[in-house]
């Protein structure tokens, strides 16, 4: 490598590293936390638990559970119901003063005695701060895109900081951290081990997080496309006044695909359905394919079937990233190996905006061994 080559690469990694690293800091810092979600919500109270009842107790009939969450708010109407992954017994009912009211409230119903259990509240809670500051810093959809980019330097910084990496290792054996040197070439030297230890999971980490700021262009594109597909021979007749049973709908969606859950169900006229039918999504029973859903459009008047497609690639994309982006498919392991990763990603951050402010002429001037920063985003949603 020239070393006007060597330049321009030094020169790309200084500044997507320094202008990234702020926000990568904090979203490693929030991120932390809601890759423990779960549990954080057990400890402060914040998790419904569903009754202990006998195993193999039988579901009671889905109008009964959602009359029992419209009977709180007689004025309101549905919009959703969904269930956890691993939570099949209980039914989280949202209603709102119109269909697509964004102040909605959310009611959790047992599934097998059609009784309320609570209305839970996220808004407000530790984790929802947290989880808004990593997602889109309380900036809606603006933020998302900005964060997104930094992802996208994120990705820049690691990328160059390899290639700058390999001719410095080449002097010096793997992990080599020289403690009889000054504090800043042990600070480099484990800034740069770190960054390598860190290296393969700061770009799937990093990637995920980009992939998962463009959730709500690649919704949107998917509603105009696929979805408008789906629902056009609907598209003269006139909206329904009077809705089909929700038990009639989802026992059509059953049939249609036995081996499947149900994920959520969206009432007609909100993003996931059209004005004319339920939309159902069924999702898988193992650990990938319970993050995938399998669309399924029911006429909301008549109860049966219309139509139903696999999603297409760049949703399927969206939906596998954002549980990898998190930790969320290894149970408390792959949680734990993600929070120390995500640490020491701390302290390559840390260490890297230590070398910066420290830096001095040698610093400056040694092109041939400059330091890996490999800033990391961990980071969003239903």
């Known amino acids: ?41 057990n400890l402060l109270g914040n998790v419904v638990e569903a009754p202990v009842m006998p195993s193999g107790t039988p579901n009671a009939d889905v109008d ?32 709102g003063d119109f269909i697509n ?5 959310s009611i959790a119903v047992d ?5 309320v259990l609570a ?16 997602v889109d810093l309380f900036a809606g959809l603006p ?5 997104g980019f930094m992802g996208l330097l994120l990705i820049v910084a690691i990328i160059s900081g390899v290639v700058l990496y390999a001719p410095f290792m080449r002097k010096l054996a793997f992990g080599t951290v020289r403690r009889e040197r000054t504090p800043r070439t042990r600070w480099l030297d484990t800034h740069n081990l770190l960054g390598v230890v860190t290296l393969v999971w700061a770009l799937v980490v990093g990637a995920t997080g980009m992939i998962n700021t463009w959730a709500d262009l690649v919704l949107d594109y998917w509603q105009s496309d696929q979805m408008a597909q789906m629902v056009a021979p609907y598209k003269a007749l006139p909206v329904p006044t009077q809705l089909a049973s929700m038990q009639q709908a989802m026992n059509a969606a059953q049939a249609l695909q036995p081996g499947m859950d149900f994920g959520f169900i969206a009432w007609p006229g909100t993003p996931f359905s059209s004005p004319h039918h339920y939309g159902i999504f069924m999702r898988g029973r193992d650990a990938l394919t319970a993050r995938l859903y399998q669309p399924i459009l029911v006429d909301a008047q008549t109860a049966q079937v219309t139509d139903s497609r696999r999603l297409p690639w760049y949703l399927t994309a969206l939906l596998i990233s954002q549980p990898l982006h998190f930790g969320d498919y290894g149970g408390i392991g792959m949680k734990i190996l993600w929070a120390l990763l995500d640490l020491a990603t701390i302290v390559v951050l840390g260490s890297g905006v230590y070398l910066w402010l420290r830096r001095g002429r040698r610093a400056r001037t040694a092109a041939t061994t400059p330091a890996l920063v490999a800033p990391a985003r961990n980071a969003v949603m239903p």
């Open 1 to 41: 490598m020239t070393p006007v080559t060597l330049r321009r690469w030094a020169w790309m990694h200084k500044w997507s590293s320094l202008v990234c690293t702020v926000f990568m800091l904090l979203l490693c810092l929030t991120g932390l936390p809601l890759i423990f979600h779960h549990e954080i919500d």
């Open 64 to 95: 009964q559970v959602l009359a029992a969450a419209k009977a709180l708010y007689p004025g309101k109407i549905v919009q959703y119901m969904s269930r956890e992954i691993d939570e099949a017994r209980i039914w989280n009912v949202t209603l």
């Open 101 to 105: 009211d964004p102040n909605f409230n």
């Open 111 to 115: 599934a097998r005695t059609a009784k």
């Open 119 to 134: 209305e839970p509240k996220f808004e407000g809670s530790f984790v929802y701060v947290m989880f808004r500051l990593h």
């Open 143 to 147: 933020g998302m895109l900005f964060l």
